[in-house]
């Protein structure tokens, strides 16, 4: 309890740091939001007087001084309140974040298990024919993996979008269809997001596979899994409940630490595709000043990454107990 108690502690200090910078960070940006909604209503007529000010009100951004916003802000989140958005005025944050990792967690969080499951699994198996032409795949997987994934993102649009036509080239769906649960949605929802997804798991494979060969080699050289040859196991046997089942540890706990970072989205990967995930939306939020949709978001990302870390730890430390006494 002592171990969990301290890894508790840490990361509620971690989660008030965020919370604070999550606070002062979008203010340090220039410009006045306010000025953004101003200036779209004057394009679709004329502004009534002292709107500047109840607007400054309704946002929680009239009220002197940084601490003292600080404070209204520390109440708004203890009452989940996240306010409106400027972006999308006057849309509440709650309704755009939520609409937005809901796409994020379709598109990345599927495309990040897949390229895991498949990097790790030829990784397990050119670890154990190492030395073999099975490794060539090696070099090319890391190859693609060092190359700027929007920039292999917009190679892919010009050849299966542009060329071959077999994918669409932008957006989550058809906009002529109405959002639901309809087969026609559905299909139209799959079709867009497969793109984007080839491309995620084409630029992350390389990683996961060249991890997990490493480690299988290193732990071929294992007293316990030359002992499980020499008493005559099969290979089979001896490659997944030996090797691979502790040298797949290290992949595991990057795994756990990557599906926090799955709610950030891919910020250029969603602009190249306009894919209404929470990297587009970010994006689009910092371009107009939006201080309550920045901060909903830059909340959700910490606290996702947090919880991911907090929960490798409290893994951790069931599974090797050296980790406590450390």
Do not use: C
Not at 180 to 203: E, M
Not at 223 to 238: F, N, T
Not at 288 to 317: K, R
């Amino acid at each position: 309890m002592r171990y969990v108690g301290r890894k508790l502690g840490f990361y509620l200090v971690a989660a008030w740091i965020a919370i604070t910078l999550n606070f002062f960070l979008p203010r340090l940006i220039p410009g006045d939001p306010i000025a953004v909604i101003i200036n779209k209503q004057s394009q679709t007529g004329s502004v009534p007087p002292g709107e500047a000010d109840q607007l400054r009100k309704l946002l929680g951004l009239s009220s002197g001084s940084l601490i003292s916003q600080y404070g209204q802000y520390l109440d708004s989140l203890a009452h989940l309140r996240f306010g409106l958005s400027i972006t999308v005025f006057p849309t509440p944050v709650v309704d755009l974040v939520r609409q937005a990792i809901f796409w994020t967690l379709i598109l990345v969080g599927v495309a990040t298990l897949f390229s895991f499951l498949l990097g790790v699994g030829l990784g397990t198996v050119t670890g154990w024919r190492r030395g073999s032409r099975l490794e060539a795949i090696v070099p090319a997987t890391t190859l693609l993996t060092a190359v700027p994934y929007f920039w292999l993102a917009l190679l892919l649009v010009y050849l299966f979008a542009n060329k071959l036509q077999f994918f669409p080239a932008q957006g989550g769906y058809d906009i002529s269809l109405d959002p639901g649960w309809s087969g026609a949605f559905i299909s139209s929802a799959i079709r867009h997001s497969l793109l984007p997804a080839i491309t995620l798991i084409v630029a992350s494979i390389g990683g996961w596979l060249l991890g997990m060969r490493n480690m299988m080699v290193a732990t071929l050289a294992e007293d316990y899994v030359v002992a499980a040859e020499a008493k005559g196991l099969s290979s089979m046997r001896v490659m997944v409940r030996y090797a691979a089942r502790n040298a797949v540890l290290p992949s595991v706990s990057g795994f756990a630490v990557s599906i926090g970072f799955v709610v950030t989205g891919q910020i250029v990967m969603e602009q190249v595709f306009n894919y209404p995930g929470i990297g587009n939306l970010l994006f689009n939020a910092v371009q107009n000043q939006d201080y309550p949709l920045m901060q909903g978001i830059f909340l959700a990302i910490s606290f996702a990454v947090l919880g991911a870390n907090l929960l490798v730890d409290l893994l951790y430390g069931f599974i090797d107990p050296r980790t406590k006494e450390a």
